[in-house]
């Protein structure tokens, strides 16, 4: 408090103050520009200059392993365009957007509100059990997955026979129509409890007299959750949500390993269909297009993540 | 003084980045000649395998001799899993420090890396250590393009039936001779209760050995040449109808009950443990298995055959050929110690580690003097004999075609067997990818 009044004081001298003070802040400056200075040629290194050769090599044909090189302007946007196994791994992507969103957030959220104020007890075994997959690494959690999908001795055929079921006979991973779907499973299976951790720390934020005044009112649980907690936690959901999509845009890991995309492409998303062109057919100018277009659609989730959490504030 | 030491610091931090950061140093050794090392200079050859933890015992043992009798080469051994290797050699093979020596294939896997420049010139070491004399001249030629030699062979691998003698008794089998019979064994098989045979084609390259053999029995080895080749003209490439029924052979063994559920979603690794097991009488796979068959005790209780022919009038091609392909070893050409390659590429296809060969993996061997019919495994010998008696050999579907057409073949048979894709539309596919490919090749 002290300091901001301070920092008040020193504003309405501005004149005087800045005068005095513009060596030493050229020279504070000059520092700080080189304290940043290593940060920021790693950035430009890592992530600025890769990201523009990028854009310039996707007007490119070429090959990691060839030596010839050529200019083909905006070819490879145009057999983007015409691509069916390109627009099946968008609409992967976005199946896994869609239904992350609503069965993470939705799942993690009522998992949260149980363990915040649903159960008295056993909090830390139910907090510990539900986080116990985002600790794992994912190439742990495919290869576990691809144990339990397994067609031969996998507990998903167990199970779905033991509640009356036939299992697919293509296998889990093995049919075209169904792959991404079991895919998903594993996907929520680990990031739902990423997604209840956060929450629950927004909801144990929560001023504990809100509960207590609405309890005055007589306000039902139920009540206190979709007037108190929610509205609450607003900004929270937004940033999960957030980051739920950009790991679902993002997804290539768990994809890789259980399917490698397949069978036939048909569990393609962009991250593996990227590899995919990169370094197994040799395409790698292809790729980066692919890449370009990812890139864009990272950008405007970005954007759209910016706009959303900036609102409240101003309005505050 | 503070200040000056934080700006130091920035600077020093800002120079380890931009070293780091640097081009490495020029190649040592610049003023020698290509491929002699300096008197003393220990020679480090790194060497990628594409292998199984059988096969690295062998390798890691006939390395161990070969440093032993070499002591200024060192082999630097990175063995990779079958489907990580194509990925990680294509990898390496772009950058500047690639393998000096690694495995690979024949047909275009071979072939690309020539038109692109990355393999060195073997001819001179094929007089010079007079490969030609001791190895199998139809193998030296796979790794030939154009009379000059980019690899050496060290096995030949081929794919039959395996089956076990025991099941086949107690369910009254016999060994078809035709692929009706095939098929005719296949339902009895099903019927029994068990898919006849072993199929995992999660991977994808099971299903395109099948492939291989009834396109070559079904369209004729010449269509294939054409075609393969990209070398046919547009307006007839990948349009044999011979193409569509291989497809619909593959259709009629799985309709027959030839495979089980799932063969899409089941890798190579777990059909091996199913017919280990005796989950199913039979497995169609590479000599490759031969090492793992005697690992799990089952050696001299098999049976081995070839696709049989097929006697309908659509069939045009020869019915005695053996689907297989050598196997071989490759030397970058960006590599500082050409000679001292070459050296390893010598002793690995010499009499007695070849013999070693036969004897610890079970692989055939590219020469004829390593087979010591009283000592190697019967299968080996079998194949060994069968290999001589084939008119000609179709070499594997997804290693001879160019790399972004056997993709689409291979997604094609996953998704006939998926029900997913039609015969002809597979086959459309494939003329298609075909077709661009011819024309970017032309340009």
């Keep these: 408090m002290t300091n901001s009044v301070q920092t008040y004081d020193n504003q309405s001298e501005k004149p005087r103050k800045r005068r005095r003070a513009s060596a030493r802040q050229r020279s504070e400056w000059r520092d700080g520009y080189m304290l940043v200075a290593p940060a920021l040629i790693l950035f430009v290194l890592l992530v600025v200059y890769p990201m523009f050769n990028t854009i310039y090599l996707s007007f490119f044909n070429y090959g990691l392993t060839d030596a010839r090189i050529r200019f083909i302007g905006a070819n490879n946007f145009i057999e983007l365009m015409g691509d069916e196994v390109f627009w099946r791994a968008l609409r992967n992507n976005l199946t896994i957007l869609i239904v992350s969103v609503i069965v993470q957030v939705g799942v993690g959220l009522i998992l949260a509100a149980l363990i915040d104020r649903g159960i008295r007890w056993g909090k830390s075994i139910a907090r510990t059990l539900n986080f116990v997959p985002v600790v794992m690494s994912a190439v742990a959690v495919a290869i576990l ?18 509640i009356g079921l036939d299992p697919p006979s293509q296998g889990w991973l093995g049919d075209p129509r169904i792959v991404i779907y079991s895919i998903l499973v594993v996907a929520c299976w680990q990031y739902t409890g990423y997604v209840m951790i956060i929450i629950l720390a927004g909801m144990q934020s929560v001023s504990q007299e809100l509960y207590e005044a609405a309890a005055i009112d007589g306000a039902t649980e139920i009540q206190k959750f979709f007037s108190i907690t929610l509205p609450s936690i607003r900004n929270v959901n937004i940033a999960v949500i957030l980051i739920t999509m950009i790991g679902a845009v993002k997804v290539f890991d768990l994809v890789y390993i259980l399917t490698r995309g397949g069978p036939a492409n048909a569990s ?5 269909y990227i590899y995919y062109n990169a370094f197994t057919v040799n395409r790698a100018g292809y790729a980066s297009a ?4 990812l890139l864009v659609f990272a950008l405007i989730l970005g954007f759209l993540q910016l706009r ?5 504030r101003e309005a505050a | 003084m503070f200040q000056r030491f934080v700006r130091l610091m920035v600077v020093l931090a800002i120079g380890v980045v931009m070293v780091a950061c640097a081009a490495p ?3 040592p050794g610049g003023a020698e000649p290509a491929g ?11 060497l990628w395998f594409n292998s199984d933890d059988l096969f690295n015992q062998y390798n890691e043992k006939i390395i161990a001799e070969f440093e032993a009798a070499n002591p200024d080469i060192d082999i630097v051994y990175s063995p990779y899993p079958n489907e990580a290797y194509k990925t990680n050699l294509q990898v390496a093979i772009g950058s500047d420090d690639p393998p000096d020596i690694f495995f690979n294939w024949a047909g275009d896997d071979t072939g690309r890396y020539v038109r692109e420049g990355h393999l060195l010139d073997l001819t001179p070491y094929a007089d010079q250590y007079a490969w030609g004399e001791q190895l199998s001249p139809a193998m030296l030629a796979a790794f030939s393009v154009d009379d000059t030699l980019y690899g050496v062979p060290y096995s030949q691998e081929a794919k039959y039936f395996y089956y076990h003698t025991d099941m086949f008794e107690e369910m009254g089998l016999t060994v078809p001779t035709t692929f009706d019979e095939l098929l005719a064994l296949c339902t009895t098989v099903s019927d029994a209760g068990m898919p006849a045979l072993a199929f995992g084609n999660q991977e994808r390259w099971e299903g395109v050995h099948y492939m291989t053999i009834f396109n070559q029995k079904m369209a004729g080895e010449d269509t294939l040449a054409a075609d393969y080749s990209l070398s046919n003209d547009p307006d007839t490439l990948f349009t044999d109808p011979g193409y569509v029924e291989a497809f619909k052979r593959l259709q009629a063994m799985q309709e027959a009950g030839c495979f089980g559920d799932a063969i899409n979603s089941t890798t190579p690794d777990a059909a091996l443990i199913q017919f280990v097991n005796k989950q199913t009488p039979m ?3 590479g000599t490759w298995i031969m090492g793992a068959l005697k690992d799990n005790g089952l050696e001299g209780q098999y049976g081995m055959f070839r696709m049989p022919p097929m006697t309908d009038a659509a069939a045009k091609g020869n019915q005695n050929f053996v689907l297989a392909g050598p196997v071989g070893l490759e030397v970058s050409n960006k590599t500082q110690y050409p000679d001292a390659a070459a050296k390893f590429l010598d002793f690995y296809v010499s009499q007695p580690s070849q013999q070693a060969l036969l004897v610890d993996t079970n692989r ?7 087979v010591d019919r009283e000592t190697a495994a019967p299968g080996v010998v079998a194949v060994a004999d069968d290999l001589a008696t084939g008119e000609g050999t179709a070499l594997w579907l997804d290693v001879v075609l160019e790399n972004s057409i056997s993709e689409v073949y291979l997604n094609a048979i996953q998704e006939v067997l998926a029900g997913t894709k039609t015969p002809e539309e597979a086959v459309q596919a494939v003329r298609e990818q075909a077709l661009k490919v011819q024309a970017e090749m032309a340009e």
């Design chain 1, 308 to 312: 959303l959490s900036v609102r409240p």
């Design chain 1, 290 to 293: 692919i890449s370009v277009v």
């Design chain 2, 36 to 46: 002699v090392a300096p008197a003393g200079e220990r020679q480090v050859l790194d």
């Design chain 2, 364 to 370: 055939i061997p590219v020469r004829a003097d390593a």
């Design chain 1, 268 to 272: 393609q998303v962009m991250g593996t």
């Design chain 1, 145 to 162: 997955w691809q144990l339990i999908y397994d067609p031969t001795v996998g507990l998903a055929n167990r199970f779905v026979s033991l």
């Design chain 2, 25 to 27: 140093a020029a190649a």
């Design chain 2, 283 to 285: 497995y169609y796979q």
